[in-house]
């Protein structure tokens, strides 16, 4: 049972955790290590930004550095300020205040340069849709600078790579949804750039294409490329990410490795219980705060005393109105969950 309302909150939310406003910079490991060596492709400090009328900025006080070699997430509700933040990354909007470096040139004031060091795929792409896929290609490696045969032959490289050979003579403006997002993803390949700025890029996309997305996306981070990856699926998300940067409300709310942030779980494992009739049970007795959403109950519980709320129901009278049950570690989503709570 994989049931996860993005409405419930919890009772008593965990400590936040002490990383949210400042990079995450101690790591967890030699792989952790030798990243905070190199240098960060990317270092957003205190940036902000507001639209007018609002009542509240877009983005509050966002810092962020994302290194070589690694998969950097940006996570968050809708209206969370994603698409604001990574506009202002790419160069797109400018921030009322705070700056952008990419390799370390400032390019808060000179939006023009950021193309230079990235890729862009925003969450709705138009461009190039009257040429077919495999010109698309070809032209966005001959605008990020590739001389005419690298970038045909890079072209070829990609059409096989992504798997896009029985489309790469068709119109991009005449694909499915699906395929069109993954020759978007193809294109922001397209020219080798150093950081890959992907605003949900697997939306859309069946099985198969994901896993080709995700483990050409994987080739290009062992080759020392750095993917920032805006996403709303957080099971998806949880696979591939080093870092998360949550946003809620447009300020940061937590920052960290996956397995950081669900250390504010504290070993808590979360017991799903769904009734096919009213229970033969007290809710307050199993031992923590039950989130009802209907006949679907929610409790966070140490392992150990989960395992014996668990076996005592279907070991019990309850059981005849059990209809279904699960029992899993914390995730991304509880982190988001508990983000949600805590900022209100
Ligand atoms: N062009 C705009 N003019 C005015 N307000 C805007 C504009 N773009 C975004 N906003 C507001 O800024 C806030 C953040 O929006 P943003 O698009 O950055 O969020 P998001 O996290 O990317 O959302 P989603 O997940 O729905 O794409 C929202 O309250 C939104 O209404």
Known sequence: MASRSRTESTASPPPRGDDAHGDDARGDDAH???????????????????????????????TLNVRPGEVFGVLGRNGAGKTTLVRMLVGLLRPDTGRVLLDGTDVTARSAHAAVHLAYLPQRESALADMSVRTALETTGRLRGLPRAAARAQADDLVAELAL????????????????????????????????????????????????????????????????????????????????LVLHAGRPAA??????????????????????????????????????????????????????????????????????????????????????????
Do not use: M
Not at 187 to 206: F, I, N, Y
């Open 255 to 344: 920052l960290g490795t996956p397995g950081r942030l669900k250390e504010r779980f504290g070993g808590l494992v979360r017991l799903d219980l769904a009734w096919r009739d009213e229970p033969a049970i007290d809710p307050a007795g199993l031992g923590g705060t039950v989130l009802r959403r209907g006949r679907r109950w929610t409790v966070r519980l140490p392992v150990a005393e989960a395992q014996d709320v668990l076996a005592g129901i279907l070991n019990g009278p309850a059981y005849a109105a059990l209809d279904d049950f699960g029992l899993a570690p914390p995730s991304l989503e509880d982190v988001l969950l508990a983000c949600d709570s805590e900022e209100g």
């Open 165 to 244: 050979a029985a489309i790469a003579d068709d119109r991009v403006g005449r694909l499915s949804g699906g395929q069109r997002r993954l020759v978007g993803v193809a294109t922001a390949l397209a020219g080798e750039r150093p950081l890959l700025v992907l605003d949900e890029p697997t939306t859309g996309l069946d099985l198969d294409a994901r896993r080709t997305v995700w483990d050409a996306l994987d080739r290009r981070r062992s080759g020392g490329a750095a993917v920032l990856l805006v996403t709303h699926n957080v099971l998806e998300a949880e696979t591939v990410l080093d870092r998360v």
């Open 32 to 62: 952790g290590r030798a990243r905070e060596a190199s240098r960060a492709v990317c270092e957003a400090t205190a940036l902000s930004r507001s639209y007018a009328g609002a009542s509240r900025p877009a983005v509050d006080g966002v």
